[in-house]
């Protein structure tokens, strides 16, 4: 069992709707991270929170707009996806950011987009 | 650019064979070296995880990796695979960020 919890596990939505991504971790990690993953791929960076902030957005279009309202939640607000952007998105959290210790991952919400 | 590069995409192997897969990553400074493993419909674990001192890292498993500073690599070995080592194998360097590399697909056969 992982210790970072993410909700939906599956999600289904058009292209025209919002809809949000929840990730939690109660471990006191003061860094969480969300990563997409296509099929057969390894994970890609989207962005970094370290101690509530953003502190890394590798460049994701706005469709897509983080949210971390304390140290424990992490959101990924989705509107107007492309299918294109159908994938596994990850949650993970780490002790501090900068990654100089673990990562820890969530199960992973896996989102089709329509 | 930083990057992490898996040379084998995909291994295929009897129960009881040994195992090697091979990481190299392009950084000159201090990094922090770590192998996760997604196991078929799970999410991804931890391996094993170097940042400093002996350059030969136990993890769980059974499963352990050498740093060759020199070479820039974190090989992953295990002396005798089981079925249930069957996954995907990521290698990921950590500095500023972390860098997964493409990783590794694992079948063994029983």
């Known amino acids: 069992d992982t210790e970072v919890t993410q909700t939906p596990k599956h999600l289904v939505m058009g292209m025209t709707n919002k809809k949000s991504l929840k990730c939690e971790q109660h471990?006191?990690?003061?860094?969480m991270y969300w990563y997409k993953q296509k099929a057969k791929k390894p994970p890609e960076l989207m962005f970094v929170?370290?101690?509530?902030?953003?502190?890394i957005n590798e460049s994701v279009p706005s469709r897509f707009s983080p949210e971390c309202p304390n140290s424990s939640l992490l959101n990924l607000h989705l509107h107007a996806l492309q299918p294109e952007d159908s994938a596994l998105y990850l949650c993970?959290?780490?002790?501090?950011?900068?990654?100089?210790?673990?990562?820890?991952f969530g199960e992973g919400s896996r989102l089709t987009v329509l | 650019a930083q990057s992490v590069s898996q040379h084998n995409h995909h291994v295929i192997l009897s129960e009881a064979a040994s195992l090697e897969l091979g990481c190299n990553y392009s950084?000159?400074?201090?990094?922090?070296l770590f192998w996760y493993v997604q196991y078929p419909g799970q999410h991804l674990q931890l391996l094993l995880k170097?940042?400093?001192?002996?350059?030969l890292v136990k993890g769980i498993k059974g499963f352990e990796a050498e740093f060759i500073k020199s070479k820039f690599s974190f090989n992953l070995r295990k002396p005798s695979v089981q079925w249930s080592d069957t996954a995907e194998y990521f290698c990921?360097?950590?500095?500023?960020?972390?860098?997964f590399g493409s990783g590794t697909k694992l079948n063994v056969k029983p």
């Open positions: 929170y370290s101690y509530e902030k953003l502190s």
């Open positions: 170097y940042f400093s001192g002996d350059p």
């Open positions: 990921a360097v950590g500095f500023n960020k972390f860098y």
């Open positions: 471990m006191g990690h003061r860094a």
């Open positions: 950084y000159g400074g201090t990094v922090n």
């Open positions: 993970a959290s780490s002790r501090s950011g900068g990654a100089f210790g673990e990562l820890f």
